[in-house]
T-cell receptor, first 114, second 111 residues
Framework: DAGVIQSPRHEVTEMGQEVTLRCKPISGHNSLFWYRQTMMRGLELLIYFNNNVPIDDSGMPEDRFSAKMPNASFSTLKIQPSEPRDSAVYFC????????????FGQGTRLTVV | GESVGLHLPTLSVQEGDNSIINCAYS??????FIWYKQESGKGPQFIID?????DKRQGQRVTVLLNKTVKHLSLQIAATQPGDSAVYFC??????????FGKGTRLSVIA
């Protein structure tokens, strides 16, 4: 199994631009999580999906952030417009059994907004 | 996926010694706990988990201990190796809520 696959690994963009992060969960997993990691705040859950349905998006910072999961094998996290304070490493994770089980993480996307 | 906090607690251990990494949690309703390892430039990697109906669980070279009375979790690594150098996170959840991660501890293995 290839594990959770995220793309791109690195993204540098200018303030105001739209950014789209992509994730392919582990095949067969029915839950998908988006996390953000920063030096100051550590790992924060942004949103998670169960069977492609968003369950809890209370961690999404503001309306500039949106996430979709059109099918069981693909999810996107979009930031529009991006701001320098969005600079962080964004992780996607997946699990079998919802939020009750351990999640397996991708390698992350390092986003830098200048 | 490198650093987690400006002031991460750091544990320095001699190669071959045992390591003990501690984690305190505040939610007495937490019923599931996981330890993750995060190496520089990588995502957190699942190490071992434990449910609240247990107080000890062993894996390969790792043991997790849970003390619900004082809300304390520890990860013991036997015969620590250079490859164990990383940031270690505990994570907890209660009921159907998603995992909540601690700030992490940096383990540095001295060869």
């Amino acid at each position: 199994d290839a594990g959770v696959i995220q793309s791109p690994r690195h993204e540098v963009t200018e303030m105001g631009q739209e950014v789209t992060l992509r994730c392919k969960p582990i095949s067969g997993h029915n839950s998908l999580f988006w996390y953000r990691q920063t030096m100051m705040r550590g790992l924060e859950l942004l949103i998670y999906f169960n069977n492609n349905v968003p369950i809890d998006d209370s961690g999404m910072p503001e309306d500039r952030f949106s996430a979709k999961m059109p099918n069981a094998s693909f999810s996107t996290l979009k930031i529009q417009p991006s701001e320098p304070r969005d600079s962080a490493v964004y992780f996607c994770a997946s699990s079998l059994g919802g939020a009750r089980r351990g999640a397996f993480f991708g390698q992350g996307t390092r986003l830098t907004v200048v | 996926g490198e650093s987690v906090g400006l002031h991460l607690p750091t544990l320095s251990v001699q190669e071959g010694d045992n390591s003990i990494i501690n984690c305190a949690y505040s939610n007495s309703a937490s019923d599931y706990f996981i330890w993750y390892k995060q190496e520089s430039g990588k995502g957190p990697q699942f190490i071992i988990d434990i449910r609240s109906n247990m107080d000890k669980r062993q894996g390969q070279r790792v043991t997790v201990l849970l003390n619900k009375t004082v809300k304390h979790l520890s990860l013991q690594i036997a015969a620590t190796q250079p490859g164990d150098s990383a940031v270690y996170f505990c994570a907890e959840r209660s009921g159907n809520t998603p995992l909540v991660f601690g700030k992490g501890t940096r383990l540095s293995v001295i060869a």
